[in-house]
């Protein structure tokens, strides 16, 4: 039961990164679209970011008590109960990926608006940087193994999960908290 236990808080934790993930893409995409919004809409944050999760994981402990309730529930024979929680993370991570190409199109607008000053290489220096900062911010690394299945591609995929996946945090903390003044 310890071990069960273990691995339901491992896959709500696993499910709420991504969802916490999709809730910044979110609020950014918000900022930029909804200039002068007053409300913040900080409730519906924290119900995407771990309701979800909640829902799911919710659905799947009931479908592995149900379906296969074999060992520790670390191992997958029936597709079922797997896919109870991986379609929502494609989900998270398709959604967040659309958001990401919509805030890359808003900014390539805002650069070639005649406000800003500066020639295009130096438009297009600030797009490249942009999105280089956007892309640990919203976990677009995900995408590239997401819809692959995970016997195929395995081996690349640890490889890669390893070496952008696990510095993700880090990265987004030294960009967005301690190299930003205002905080």
Not at 143 to 161: C, G, H, M, R, W
Request: charged share 10%.
């Amino acid at each position: 039961v310890g071990c069960k236990a273990i691995l339901v808080f491992f896959q709500y934790g696993v499910m709420a990164n991504f969802y916490w993930l999709l809730v910044e893409g979110l609020y950014l995409h918000i900022l930029l679209v909804l200039i002068f919004s007053p409300n913040r809409h900080f409730t519906i944050y924290l119900l995407i970011g771990w309701g979800i999760p909640t829902i799911f994981i919710i659905t799947w402990t009931v479908t592995r008590i149900i379906l296969e309730d074999t060992g520790c529930w670390d191992t997958n024979e029936h597709g079922g109960p797997w896919w109870v929680i991986r379609i929502p993370i494609l989900i998270s991570i398709i959604v967040n990926f659309i958001l990401f190409i919509s805030i890359i199109r808003i900014l390539l607008q805002k650069l070639r608006s005649p406000d800003v000053g500066g020639n295009d290489q130096s438009q297009y220096k600030r797009l490249a940087k942009s999105t280089l900062l956007l892309i640990p911010l919203f976990g677009v690394h995900y995408t590239v193994f997401a819809l692959f299945p995970d016997q195929s591609s395995n081996t690349y995929k640890i490889i890669f999960e390893l070496c952008l996946g696990s510095f993700q945090g880090l990265i987004v903390a030294v960009l967005y908290c301690f190299l930003n003044s205002e905080v």
